[in-house]
């Protein structure tokens, strides 16, 4: 039979479409959103993909709604999918802390475009690179990946769903108007090709009064609803077994420390950079569409004989610490691109010092990608 | 020692001693009023998943309620109980939260459950006041009432619940006071079959914020008061405007059928099926 949840073959493709097809083949069976430029091409793909597959694409009366549709989606089971554009992402941010205490798999999507404010709906900005760590109040981690290509928009948001499955927690695929709306050719599996991540989920019969079902730093199985778990899920501070705790002031701490743990302890496992930069003096940092333009930088620079390498920032968070100290022992120079006036740039200037001076570069016009030329005079000064 | 133990403990989650609600408070009336429409019923805690937002009326579920339980965010739990029916609609699917939860904060969200006609049932307990939050004024409270935040008396007008959540599409609306528990506990049951939106305001009595803060006094004096006041809907039919003022029109406002989002949703993918 053939299989229409995995679209096999080479396409010619938009980057919004890729991944959307990402979330189909990864098994999404429901999507909650609202039209947003430039995310909107998600939702048209969904809104009949998904349907094709036995699930849904519901279209919400506002981007809160998205969000808390997509939570109680997850908690019968099924996997979730909630993409969206910043201005979206704002209105969420309440309700993605709630996903990260009450340990709930959902893959959000942030197509970045101009701001602040409505800003320029259709032009691409990295604006929004701290939002999903800290937008929401309270102390938390949460993950986030940042694909270069149509291609990646395929792969990061199978790897996104992945990763939310395997840790019952939010995920971020942080891609921006450029990444969403190019045209590229991207390869699409074979189903058995796909290496697929789902949730575990309690045992039937079990009670979960009896059973650590939250706060469990290896991730404790879900307690979904329908299958008579008589599951209590608050959005309180809780402990273990999902009772809420208001009063014992150690509760707090344990509830803050364990979500944080249970990400932390794993980051080995999340944590992915590209890295070419071997006996480099000078490496340019970069992700997404921008790190296109470094690696191109860099070829051109190496063609005139500079000493530049070049590491990309695949898993925006948790942050990559030791890959950066790493980076920052071997190189003396590092050269921070962003398309912003520097929102990742601190992280790497944090985690490096002491040990490699860091610059960073935006490029010449807010919006645009950096010019090829502007670059490469940037490294040659860097290096004379 | 006795070993009786009430009808309706075996509802309620074995850890649970004691609610939080304060003395008198009408929160009590409408928990015993829910489990008692599902003890009628014949229905089990399995039947339902349960959803509440942020109050003191989000805590008649949670944690008290022996069942699939989730208390959300404020303003939200039809958000999220929405996404719960869509997924799980052969579950019943209540919601029962405050009346700033679902009508300030939340009310873009009530509006629409209304209009899509989606099955669920909704449970406002209507104290007028914002409780949890020690007492400010609500999009419910009377005109010209005093509360924390309105020292000199509410300027602004009363929303009216019931007609609004009518106007939007739903199913089956009433409106009854803590006053009422044996119509309350009629309605809801009906509420419960509903293949629809259905929707029940409780005017439910917050001695401690409401009744200190406006003067309405205790608990008692305001059951009273919700005696005296409350007309049937049939009745409030022919009286004025002017004389309904300071009425409470308690009674089934709406009980209707008409073609219900998941049962849409349903037909249309048993149709592509049947195309693929
Ligand atoms: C986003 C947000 N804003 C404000 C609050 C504070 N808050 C908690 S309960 C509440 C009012 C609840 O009023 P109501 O829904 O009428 O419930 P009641 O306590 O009266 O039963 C407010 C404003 C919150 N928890 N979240
Ligand atoms: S504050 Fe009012 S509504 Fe809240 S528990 Fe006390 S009496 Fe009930
Ligand atoms: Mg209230």
Redesign the interface.
């Known amino acids: 039979m053939e299989n229409r949840r995995v679209r096999t073959g080479k396409h010619f493709m938009m980057g919004n479409v890729a991944c959307a097809e990402g979330a189909v083949a990864a098994g999404c069976e429901f999507a909650a959103g609202y039209p947003i430029t430039p995310a909107s091409e998600i939702g048209h793909t969904l809104a009949k993909r998904l349907l094709e597959v036995g699930g849904y694409f519901f279209q919400t009366e506002d981007e809160i709604s998205a969000i808390c549709a997509g939570i109680g989606a997850s908690w019968t089971g099924k996997k979730v999918f909630v993409p969206t554009s910043g201005p979206g992402i704002s209105l969420m941010l309440e309700n993605i802390g709630f996903a990260v205490g009450i340990e709930t798999p959902v893959v959000l999507v942030n197509i970045q475009r101009g701001g602040p404010t409505t800003g320029a709906p259709s032009m691409g900005l990295q604006g929004d690179m701290v939002q999903p760590r800290r937008g929401s109040h309270g102390d938390y981690e949460i993950i986030a990946l940042c694909p270069s290509s149509p291609q990646e928009m395929f792969d990061h948001t199978v790897r996104a769903f992945n990763l939310a499955e395997r840790y019952r927690a939010p995920v971020f695929v942080m891609a921006d108007a450029f990444i969403g709306h190019m045209r590229e050719e991207v390869t699409i599996p074979e189903p058995d090709e796909l290496d697929l991540t789902y949730r575990r989920i309690l045992e039937k019969g079990t009670d979960p009064s009896t059973v650590k079902v939250f706060l469990d730093e290896e991730v404790a199985p879900m307690p979904i609803f329908g299958m008579g778990f008589k599951t209590h899920v608050t959005s309180s501070c809780h402990d273990e077994y999902g009772n809420r705790n208001l009063i014992d002031p150690t509760a707090l701490d344990n509830f803050i420390q364990r979500l944080r743990n249970k990400i932390l302890k794993h980051r080995d496992e999340i944590v992915q950079v590209e890295c070419d930069y071997d006996n480099c003096e000078l490496a340019l940092v970069a992700y997404g569409a921008v790190a296109r333009c470094a690696k191109e930088a860099v070829r051109v620079a190496r063609s005139k004989g500079l000493n530049v390498g070049y590491f990309r920032v695949i898993t925006a968070w948790p942050f990559p610490d030791r890959e950066v100290q790493d980076l920052s022992h071997k190189v003396k120079k590092i050269l921070v691109l962003e398309n912003n006036s520097g929102q990742y740039y601190p992280y790497v200037k944090a985690e490096a010092a002491g040990r490699a001076e860091v610059e960073f570069l935006p490029p010449q016009i807010l919006g645009q990608v950096h010019g090829l030329d502007y670059v490469v005079q940037k490294i040659e000064e860097m290096l004379r | 020692m006795s070993s009786v133990e009430h009808p309706l403990r075996k509802y309620l ?3 649970v001693e004691a609610t939080t609600f304060c003395p008198g408070c009408g929160d009590g009336t409408v928990l015993t009023s829910i489990l008692q429409a599902i003890d009628e019923l014949g229905m089990t ?2 039947d339902f ?1 349960f ?1 509440s937002g ?1 109050g003191c009326a989000a805590w008649i579920i ?2 008290n309620f ?8 404020h303003g ?1 739990p039809i ?6 029916k ?3 609609p ?2 019943k699917v209540m919601v029962v939260s405050g009346d700033g939860d679902l009508t300030a904060i939340g009310g ?2 009530l ?2 459950a209304a209009r899509r006609n989606i099955e669920m049932v909704v449970i406002c307990a209507n104290n007028g006041i914002y409780g949890m939050t020690g007492g400010q004024v609500a999009p419910t409270t009377p005109r010209e009432a005093r509360t924390i935040t309105t020292p000199y008396g509410s300027l602004e007008n009363t929303f009216d619940i019931s007609r609004m959540v009518q106007a939007s599409g739903a199913s089956f609306v009433a409106r009854w006071t803590t006053y009422q528990p044996r119509q309350l506990t009629k309605s809801i049951k009906k509420a419960i079959q509903k293949k629809g939106f259905a929707f029940i305001e409780v005017i439910s009595q917050c001695p401690v914020q409401f009744g200190a803060k406006t003067g309405a006094g205790s608990a008692v004096e305001m059951l009273e008061m919700y005696r005296k006041s409350s007309i049937s809907v049939k009745k409030a039919v022919e009286m004025s405007p002017q004389e309904i003022e300071d009425k409470i029109v308690t009674g089934e406002f709406i009980d209707t059928a008409k073609p219900e989002l998941c049962e849409e ?1 349903a037909r ?2 048993e149709r ?2 049947g195309e ?1």
């Open positions: 989650r074995p850890s805690m399995d998943v959803v942020i949670s944690p022996n069942a699939d339980v989730l208390h959300t965010t939200r958000a999220f109980a929405t996404g719960i869509l997924n799980l052969e579950k873009n969200h509006i629409h949703i249309l993918k592509i099926r693929g």
